[in-house]
């Protein structure tokens, strides 16, 4: 976290709580928990936020 706090690098959010079905940390009021997604941070501190979606 500590590199990507810094910029370029991401993070990945995939794991799925199997009780909510949301990513996992993530609560109800989070609408960035609703799909496994990769948060990336750009060297000029742009954030992007790629979600997975598919079956």
Do not use: C, W
């Not at 799925?16 to 996992?24: A, L």
């Not at 009021?29 to 609703?34: L, V």
Request: overall charge positive; aromatic content about 8%.
């Amino acid at each position: 976290m500590d590199r990507f706090k810094q910029g370029g690098a991401y993070h990945k959010d995939y794991a799925i709580d199997p009780i909510s079905g949301r990513v996992r940390g993530h609560t109800e009021d989070n609408e960035h928990g609703a799909y496994p997604h990769i948060n990336i941070k750009r060297k000029d501190g742009k954030k992007v936020l790629i979600n997975i979606l598919g079956k």
